[in-house]
C-alpha cells in the first residue's frame, strides 16, 4: 500500500496549478488527503473551487466519484488547464 504522503500527482497537474497561478487564482494542493478529496483547491474571485486533475484517460477512482457525488459545492474534473480556468471562470 502506498502511504498518502507519496501519493501520486497527475503529470498535467503542474501546468494546471501554473495556469491558475497565473491569471491570480489561490491554489492549495490536496493530492495526499486521501479518501476522494479533490486534487486541488482554488481560490478565484471571492470563490472555492474543488478541481480534480485527471489525464486524458484517467477515471475517477470509487473514493473520488463518492467524494463528487457528495460535495455539494463547485466542483469539477479538469484534464488541461484551459479546462481548470472555465472551471473557476477565468476564461469563457
Known sequence: MTPRWAA???????????ALRAVGASVLILSRVGQGCADLCAGFRGRNFFLEVKTDKGKLTPAEKEFQDSWNGNYAIVRTADEALKAIGAIE
Not at 501520486?8 to 496549478?17: E, L, P
Open 8 to 18: 501520486k500527482v497527475d503529470s498535467n497537474q503542474v501546468a494546471i496549478v501554473e
